[in-house]
């Protein structure tokens, strides 16, 4: 009996030092300790590491989401915190990295809803409107970023010329409607072109990723 229990608590000390010496190990060759992918996110931040260090999580074995569920939204939280979409190349070509892309980059300063409703720079309105409405309403900014983005055979930004927070968002949109990066090259803001150019190779790579976003039409009379 006293040498079962001895045993017991030897073996118990043996797996207490290889924990020990497996969390020393990850610590040295840079891998992170924690299986919690927001506190990974938080380290690679902080310590300005590699992104990528994501996929060395530890994410253990058990009931949870699956591994690399876990890992993915490390690397969306790290994009998300820095503002950095060049992070999202991780997660692509995939409807997740699409949609980090999203959460990396500045708000956009017109948004159009999946039911083709355009709102911003003062108006609120239908693509309809847009295309049939008043001439002022014609001319707004955002139902003209909404017409590039909507309607297939709206391919011009170029109204836009020194508005650059519209402009830019056009340009954009245009990149996206047709996977075809070469439209982000008129972009400004640094951070939107670089969203820009890994979102329309991701989609020129596989447009499957975006077959539940909303799709451009030939005309109104498509709706």
Known sequence: MRNLARNFWLLLGMIFLFILLYNAGLLLLGYPR????????????????????????NTGIGLGPPSSTVKNLCVFKVA?????????????????????V??????????????????????????????QGSKAIREN???????????????????????TIFSDQCYNELAFKNHD??????????TIKTGCIINAEALK???????????????IEDL
């Open 80 to 100: 998300e915190s820095t503002k950095d979409p060049s992070v999202c190349e991780l997660l692509m070509p995939s409807r997740y990295g699409l949609s980090c």
């Open 181 to 190: 990066a070469s439209s982000c090259e008129k972009i400004s803001n640094p």
């Open 102 to 131: 999203g959460a990396a980059t500045e708000d956009d300063p017109c948004f159009i809803r999946p039911n083709r409703s355009v709102g911003g720079n003062g108006i609120k309105v239908g693509l309809k409107e847009c295309v």
């Open 34 to 57: 924690s299986s919690n992918a927001i506190e990974v996110a938080e380290w690679i931040v902080q310590g300005h590491r590699d992104p990528s260090l994501c996929f060395k999580m």
């Open 141 to 163: 900014a955002c139902c003209i970023v909404a017409k590039v983005a909507l309607l297939k055979n709206e391919n011009d930004c170029s109204s836009l010329k020194g508005q």
């Open 205 to 219: 790579q596989d447009p499957s990723i975006c077959s539940g976003c909303t799709q451009a039409v030939e005309s």
